[in-house]
C-alpha cells in the first residue's frame, strides 16, 4: 500500500528544481561572460590611453608633454588638424616666482625652429598665425612669455610665427604703431591670414583660449586678474586680441598716431564698429589670464590727447592706419624661440 505524500512534499521538490534550474543559469551565464572579456568580439578598438598630465601645472621648469605627440585617432600629415585640439589641457597654473632661463625654453620646445616658429608634423594647421608683441626693455616679462606660450600654441596646433616688435630710440611709446609694423613685416615673411596682437606681461590660465581667429574680430584677454577677473566695461579691446587679415586690412589697421600709454584699444573698438563688426570672446572661465605686476615704464605717460583721439575715430581712420604707415627697420634678429624686429618710428612731431 502506497504511503501518503507528507505535507508540503511537492512543494519542496518545486523549490530545489527552482533552485537547481537558477543555478545552471547563472553558471551558463558566468561563463559566457568570461568568455566574452578574454576574446572580445573580433576588430573591437582598445579603450584610448589616458591623456599625459598638464603641461605648466608647476613652476619652471617642469618638463612639458611632447606637444607633437599623436592623438588617440592618428591623423595623416595630410589631414586638417582636428578642432578642438586633442591635445589641450585646460586650466594652468602661471607663477612668475622663479627666473627663467631661454636656452632651457629651447631645449624643452626642440620643435621650435628659428625665429620661433612652428607647425605640427601630423596634420595641417587650420590656420597660419603670426603672434605680434609691442616690446620695449620688458627682457624679463618677454622670458615668461616665450616660456608659458610656446607650450600653449603647440598644443593648439597651430602654424605660427612669434614676432617681437621692437622700438628703438627714447621718444614716447607707440604700442599701436608697432603691431602695424609687425603686421607688414610678418607678411613679408610667410602667408598668415591671422594676426594675435598680445602684450608682453600677459599670460593665458587656459589653453582651451585659442590664439587664432574667428569670423569676427577676437578679444582674447576678457578675464584678467589685474580686474578682479572681471572685463573691466564692455568696450574693451585691449590686452590680446585676434583679427584675421581681411579685417585687420578692413579697419585700415590701428592708429599710428597715440604716442604714450592708453586710448588705442577704444580707437580699434570704435573702428571694429564703424565697419560693422562685432566682438567675439571666450567665456570668463577660459579667458582667464595674468598680468606680471611691474611699475609703468618711462616714456609711456597717459596720452593727454587720447580722449579727444577717440572721439574723432571715425574721421580719421580712413586716414590714419596702414595707409599711412612709416617707419624703418634697423634690425632683424632670429633668435632660437623669437623673431626680434628692431625699428625707428620716428616722433610724435615728425
Not at 534550474?21 to 589616458?50: K, M, N, V, W
Request: proline share 10%; glycine share 6%; aromatic share 10%.
Amino acid at each position: 500500500m502506497k504511503e501518503p505524500s507528507l505535507p508540503g512534499t511537492s512543494l519542496q521538490r518545486a523549490c530545489r528544481l527552482l533552485v537547481a534550474f537558477c543555478a545552471l543559469h547563472l553558471s551558463a551565464t558566468l561563463l559566457y561572460y568570461l568568455a566574452g572579456s578574454a576574446l572580445g568580439p573580433p576588430g573591437s578598438p582598445e579603450p584610448p590611453p589616458r591623456r599625459p598630465p598638464p603641461a605648466n601645472l608647476s613652476l619652471p621648469f617642469s618638463r612639458p608633454p611632447p606637444p607633437t605627440a599623436r592623438s588617440p585617432t592618428a591623423l595623416s600629415p595630410t589631414d586638417p588638424c582636428p578642432e578642438p585640439s586633442p591635445l589641450l589641457v585646460g586650466a594652468l597654473r602661471v607663477e612668475f616666482s622663479q627666473p627663467v632661463n631661454l636656452d632651457e625654453v629651447a631645449r624643452l620646445n626642440p620643435e621650435v625652429k628659428a625665429g620661433g616658429r612652428f607647425a605640427p608634423k601630423d596634420c595641417i594647421a587650420l590656420q597660419k598665425v603670426a603672434i605680434i608683441i609691442p616690446f620695449r626693455n620688458r627682457e624679463e616679462h618677454l622670458k615668461y612669455w616665450l616660456y608659458y606660450l610656446h607650450p600653449i600654441l603647440q598644443r593648439q596646433q597651430l602654424d605660427y610665427g612669434v614676432y617681437v616688435i621692437n622700438q628703438d630710440g627714447e621718444e614716447e611709446f607707440n604700442r599701436a604703431k608697432l603691431l602695424n609694423i609687425g603686421f607688414a613685416e610678418a607678411l613679408k615673411e610667410y602667408d598668415y591670414d591671422c594676426f594675435v596682437f598680445s602684450d608682453v606681461d600677459l599670460i593665458p590660465m587656459d589653453d582651451r583660449n585659442t590664439y587664432k581667429c574667428y569670423s569676427q574680430p577676437r578679444h582674447l584677454s576678457v578675464s584678467m586678474d589685474k580686474f578682479g577677473f572681471r572685463l573691466p566695461y564692455n568696450q574693451y579691446f585691449g590686452g590680446v586680441s585676434a583679427l584675421s587679415k581681411e579685417q585687420f586690412t578692413k579697419i585700415n589697421g590701428f592708429p599710428n598716431n597715440y604716442w604714450g600709454w592708453g586710448g588705442e584699444d577704444d580707437d580699434i573698438y570704435n573702428r571694429l564698429v564703424f565697419k560693422g563688426m562685432g566682438i567675439s570672446r571666450p567665456d570668463a572661465i577660459t579667458g582667464k589670464c595674468r598680468m606680471i605686476r611691474h611699475s609703468r615704464d618711462r616714456k609711456n605717460e597717459p596720452n593727454p590727447e587720447r580722449f579727444d583721439r577717440i572721439a574723432h575715430t571715425r574721421e580719421t581712420m580712413s586716414s590714419d592706419g596702414l595707409n599711412t604707415l612709416s617707419y624703418k627697420v634697423l634690425r632683424t634678429d632670429k633668435y632660437p624661440l623669437y623673431t626680434r624686429i628692431t625699428v625707428d618710428i620716428g616722433s610724435p612731431n615728425s
